[in-house]
T-cell receptor
Framework: GAGVSQTPSNKVTEKGKYVELRCDPISGHTALYWYRQSLGQGPEFLIYFQGTGAADDSGLPNDRFFAVRPEGSVSTLKIQRTERGDSAVYLC??????????????FGPGTRLLVL | GQQLNQSPQSMFIQEGEDVSMNCTSSSIFNTWLWYKQDPGEGPVLLIALYKAGELTSNGRLTAQFGITRKDSFLNISASIPSDVGIYFCAGQLGFGAQKLVFGQGTRLTINP
């Protein structure tokens, strides 16, 4: 079956512009996560959705970052007034969304964002 | 910021050698995970550990969940060229669907 897909795979924008990054989770997964990975670092958590609602948005760095998941499937990460420091790989992951112990997060290939 | 300290940052080994890397934390985690990331791809889960003291194997990979719940190690035996990549440890505070905290990664390079 299809894994997590992310579009676009690469995005180049200018400082100050607005960008949207899209994530299509694995079918049937109710939990969806966004992470940001800077060069040479591990992924850092941004936000997590359970269904349509944001269950944990503690990782969003500031109010320029916003994410939605209106129908509980596809999610869009939105970045306003982009800054050069926003350049990174943005990873999306999904999982079944249970409260059980063994909950595996499956990652997409990421969107490489470069802010000039 | 990140809370997991992973070492070493990089390793250069000969094919066939064994590899060991570890991860420590100042906080307790109830789940420890090891992921591998290839260039241009997202991380892929290798091994998941759910109980303190647990030792789990997956082929040539062996990982342990430290008894204090503040550390974990990953061993790779008899390395092969496809083991090249970046390995990340990750911790999860609770159970079920929750955020992961990642280490900085160990970059493994293998000389044939």
């Amino acid at each position: 079956g299809a894994g997590v897909s992310q579009t676009p795979s690469n995005k180049v924008t200018e400082k100050g512009k607005y960008v949207e990054l899209r994530c299509d989770p694995i079918s049937g997964h109710t939990a969806l996560y966004w992470y940001r990975q800077s060069l040479g670092q591990g992924p850092e958590f941004l936000i997590y959705f359970q269904g349509t609602g944001a269950a944990d948005d503690s990782g969003l760095p500031n109010d320029r970052f916003f994410a939605v998941r209106p129908e509980g499937s596809v999610s869009t990460l939105k970045i306003q007034r982009t800054e050069r420091g926003d350049s990174a790989v943005y990873l999306c992951a999904s999982s079944l969304g249970t409260s059980g112990i063994q909950e595996t997060q499956y990652f997409g290939p990421g969107t490489r964002l470069l802010v000039l | 910021g990140q809370q997991l300290n992973q070492s070493p940052q990089s390793m250069f080994i000969q094919e066939g050698e064994d590899v060991s890397m570890n991860c420590t934390s100042s906080s307790i985690f109830n789940t420890w995970l090891w992921y591998k990331q290839d260039p241009g791809e997202g991380p892929v889960l290798l091994i998941a550990l759910y109980k303190a003291g647990e030792l789990t194997s997956n082929g040539r990979l062996t990982a342990q969940f430290g008894i204090t719940r503040k550390d974990s190690f990953l061993n790779i035996s008899a390395s092969i060229p496809s083991d090249v990549g970046i390995y990340f440890c990750a911790g999860q505070l609770g159970f079920g669907a929750q955020k992961l905290v990642f280490g900085q990664g160990t970059r493994l390079t293998i000389n044939p």
